[in-house]
């Protein structure tokens, strides 16, 4: 009983730590939150004296209201080895990838989540999402295989389990994974009413510090803002036996159009590929929704995850404001995820005619 109070103890102390260093202190429903999880802690580390299956915990509510910044720090509190954080669309690149390793073989899914998951006691799915219907099946698998092995999960989404693949043709491809959720995990919603990442920040890095730039003729063109490439750097990206066109790469900074992107089959196997060799992306023409098909707008929203995740510095280029975008998205059900990330950009103008040479 000591130690336990001791485990609660120590861990509501490194989170109100972080909350410090993050410059705020948690509101009642976070700490309502950070009370589950604590409980959870406790099941976890006194599993190994009873044989009961634990139940995992899933959080979920809007977007920027905190759920990652509070499961990551308890998660990095968190005093057992046996803990992996994924990312969904990471996690899935690497599942895809086990499974071509075991093709052929009658139980190729299993030997791959058994691989990814070896020795692994708390899984934390960050950013849990279902969009695509072709994942849906093998994800009621995963979550079947995990759930059969005592592997306890914790995940966090911008989205109510019953919500989860939202779009109505689909949606019945999922219910049987929907099921397993409910059953298996205990659900709780993050009743969060500030975004948290529309704070200002001292001084920023990585994502933060890209920038969405927008016309305007009475602006010049700051030394933040990345130089045009010449027409002699266009250049291709290979990924095994695809070739990609991109404007251009000079060292870890890439240039690319909203239609090479976006336009083309691209998938999150090259947007996680490319995150890990360019730390600075330069995405150009971004147009509004109304101008782009359901599957180029889904693979924008998938690399703003991807972005997002790896802290890649991100600048956009767009004939519209940033607001003016975000008017166009709204009757897009899951662009709220992608605003709520576009946001920590730093909004700048530039000159009307400066960078038409982008257009390749």
């Known amino acids: 009983m000591a130690r336990s109070k001791s485990i609660r103890t120590d861990l509501a102390a490194a989170i109100e730590e972080s909350a410090a260093s993050a410059g705020f202190r948690l509101d009642n429903a976070q700490v309502l939150v950070r009370d589950r999880l604590l409980g959870l802690s406790e099941d976890l580390l006194a599993s190994r004296w009873r044989r009961a299956q634990l139940r995992g915990l899933y959080v979920w509510g809007e977007a920027g209201c905190g759920k990652s910044w509070l499961l990551d720090a308890y998660f990095r509190a968190l005093p057992i080895q046996s803990k992996r954080r994924v990312h969904f669309h990471g996690f899935f690149d690497q599942l895809h990838g086990r499974i071509h390793e075991h093709q052929g073989e009658t139980s190729a899914v299993e030997s791959a989540v058994r691989e990814l998951t070896d020795g692994v006691k708390l899984l934390y799915f960050d950013e849990f999402h279902v969009h695509d219907s072709g994942d849906a099946a093998l ?83 700051d030394r933040h803002t990345p130089q045009d490439p010449q027409a002699s750097d266009a ?44 730390n600075h992306w330069v995405l150009l023409d971004l147009p509004s929704f109304a ?33 003016e975008f975000r008017a166009t998205t709204q009757n897009r059900p899951d662009a709220f995820r992608m605003m709520s990330r576009l946001q920590l950009l730093q909004t700048q103008h530039r000159p009307q005619l400066w960078g038409k040479s982008s257009r390749r």
């Open 139 to 221: 994800l009621t698998r995963l979550l079947r295989q995990l759930f059969a092995a005592n592997v306890v999960l914790l995940a966090s989404s911008n989205y109510a389990p019953a919500s989860l693949l939202p779009n109505p043709i689909w949606h019945h491809l999922f219910e049987p994974g929907i099921e397993l959720i409910q059953t298996n995990m205990d659900i709780i919603k993050l009743e969060g009413t500030e975004d948290y990442r529309a704070r200002p920040q001292s001084s920023v890095t990585g994502f933060r510090s890209g920038r969405w730039i927008s016309p305007d003729p009475s602006v010049q063109q």
């Open 291 to 323: 101008d782009t098909d359901p599957e180029a707008q889904q693979r924008l929203i998938n690399v703003i995850d991807v972005l997002c995740d790896a802290d890649v510095r991100t600048t956009i280029r767009s004939p519209l404001t940033l607001e």
């Open 235 to 278: 250049v291709e990206l290979i990924a095994g036996s695809r070739r990609f066109p991109v404007v251009a790469h000079r060292g870890t900074e890439l240039w690319i159009t909203f239609e090479q992107l976006c336009g083309a089959q691209t998938s999150s196997v090259e947007y996680l590929r490319w995150a890990q060799q360019f």
